[in-house]
């Protein structure tokens, strides 16, 4: 395992964490290299309860291709994010209502993860009835 994705596994602890104590809002994939058609990747709560679920978006650049959502537990989730580190994306942030984490990928290919203050106050869940 290379060091970038040890760091993503503390990183995703704190994700877990977030999701057990209810205060995950959002994650955003972004900071791709290049100019890939993939944009971001976003994981919005569906559910805290028993098994938490999570709304996985691909989000396209080009008009072609339609973005999807699909609905996946947090192993499922870590392993799709995961499976997207370096290929195309440098940088993942997590919103919680304690504080914002953001996970970067260097040049040289090392990790870090850099603490901010909440950006969000409340947790809103996915309404499945949307759309």
């Given at each position: ?37 993939l ?39 870590f ?6 580190l370096?290929n ?11 504080k ?32």
């Amino acid at each position: 395992m290379s060091s970038y994705q040890e760091v993503f596994v503390v990183f995703w602890e704190e994700v877990i964490k977030s999701v057990q104590e209810n205060r995950f809002a959002k994650l955003t994939m972004a900071k791709t290299i290049g100019k890939p058609d993939l944009k971001n990747i976003f994981v919005r709560p569906i559910s805290f309860q028993n098994d938490a679920k999570l709304m996985v978006k691909f989000s396209y650049r080009s008009g072609e291709t339609e973005d999807t959502e699909t609905e996946h537990t947090l192993e499922e989730a870590f392993t799709i994010l995961k499976s997207h580190l370096k290929n195309p994306f440098l940088s993942v942030l997590l919103f919680t209502t304690t504080k914002d984490l953001t996970f970067k990928i260097n040049k040289k290919g090392a990790g870090s993860i850099l603490e901010n203050y909440p950006t969000f106050q409340n947790v809103t869940l996915v309404d499945k009835s949307e759309g």
